[in-house]
């Protein structure tokens, strides 16, 4: 069929009937297509069309055409796969029968879409991706949102139901309860204490360990903890750690150490206590004595009798702090504040490393303070 070119060649043409456009070449002096190959989209086959690997889209009967040339003439070819090409994408609510590897099936009742899928040993339909109820879900095998009021009903194993009425999160464990509360999304002082279950959750095939948010604890949450540093204790400025016995006690030693100094003569700080023997020795001047320790250091102490005193007592043996007058010999280094006193006054002793006590006879002891 002739075509009906216009006189202004300046301007492209597009075929009525074809929907072809067409451009003026100059330099051959000629239209020409445009567009190699274009496609029509129409309920009947173009008749104008001659061109080698022109597209037709059939529009009624959903099907694929190409113009093919040949020896013989040209003709329009189907060019839609058909047989054991074709994969088919099924919409309803029960598996389809008869499928082939690869075919769709979207489960109208459950919001669910599998494929069929060949393994080599069977085949099967296999879920592919999830669906959350009124909307899309994200791409995690076997599991599925669901949100509303009532009791999801079909649920599968790992499913999560928010109820609406008390924004409260579920899963489905498949057992009795089969739905088991999670917690409250809304209030962060509820929060999961337990996690029970025979294998981990499986997302997209693989195996993962199920990740459980925790409220964090404050003085009006209850929630999660970390257990503070012995530094951290020390400086005193973190109010979100706990405090473990172990690092208490060694803070309080630091501190004790770090912040409280030993106690002198002009410095108030730590005192430790002194020990009977440290109170009759009298040789340190950095601890405290107890009313106690008092009492039992007094008789050694003498009452403040000076060394050399004499006294009668009644006792069969000389009191703490005394010795009896009875001439014995001592040592001059071992009792050197009762020699400075008395000397070789009863008795020289050996001459160089002894000394004399004094002999006194009668009813009662007589003993002397050293």
């Avoid at 309803?92 to 459950?110: F, M, V």
């Avoid at 296999?126 to 959350?132: E, K, L, R, V």
């Avoid at 060394?307 to 009191?319: F, K, L, N, R």
């Amino acid at each position: 069929m002739a075509l009906n070119f216009p006189a202004n060649t300046s301007l492209p043409y597009v075929d009525p009937i074809s929907g072809l456009k067409y451009i003026y070449n100059t330099s051959v002096g000629a239209w020409e297509a445009a567009i190699q190959p274009p496609a029509i989209v129409s309920s009947t086959p173009p008749e104008a069309i001659t061109i080698p690997g022109f597209l037709w889209w059939d529009d009624v009967g959903g099907s694929l055409y190409i113009w093919y040339q040949d020896t013989d003439g040209g003709q329009w070819v189907d060019a839609s796969p058909s047989g054991e090409n074709v994969a088919s994408a099924y919409v309803q609510t029960n598996a389809p029968t008869g499928a082939l590897p690869g075919e769709l099936w979207w489960d109208s009742e459950n919001g669910r879409l599998y494929i069929y899928y060949d393994d080599g040993d069977s085949q099967q339909w296999m879920q592919a991706t999830t669906g959350s109820e009124g909307g899309t879900g994200s791409i995690t095998y076997g599991l599925k949102l669901h949100s509303g009021a009532a009791t999801p009903t079909n649920a599968k194993k790992n499913d999560l139901w928010y109820k609406s009425t008390d924004n409260t999160l579920y899963v489905y464990v498949g057992d009795t309860p089969a739905w088991e509360k999670s917690h409250n999304i809304t209030d962060p002082s509820t929060f999961v204490t337990a996690v029970t279950g025979t294998s981990p959750i499986s997302v997209g095939g693989t195996a993962k360990a199920p990740v459980i948010s925790v409220a964090t604890a404050s003085t009006t949450v209850t929630g999660a903890v970390r257990l503070a540093t012995v530094a951290e204790a020390g400086a005193g400025l973190d109010k979100t750690v706990a405090l473990s016995p172990g690092v208490l006690k060694e803070a309080l030693v630091t501190a004790a150490t770090s912040y409280l100094p030993s106690t002198s003569a002009s410095v108030s700080g730590v005192i430790s206590l002194a020990t009977q023997a440290e109170v009759i020795a009298g040789a340190v001047n950095n601890k405290s004595v107890t009313p106690l320790t008092l009492k039992q250091a007094i008789p050694s102490l003498g009452l403040g009798m000076p060394v050399g005193t004499i006294i009668t007592y009644g006792g069969a043996v000389a009191p703490a702090g005394y010795l009896a007058c009875d001439g014995s010999l001592l040592s001059r280094v071992t009792y050197k504040a009762l020699f400075q006193v008395i000397g070789t006054t009863y008795g020289i002793g050996d001459g160089s490393t002894t000394f004399k006590l004094p002999t006194v006879t009668g009813t009662f002891t007589s003993c002397i303070k050293f």
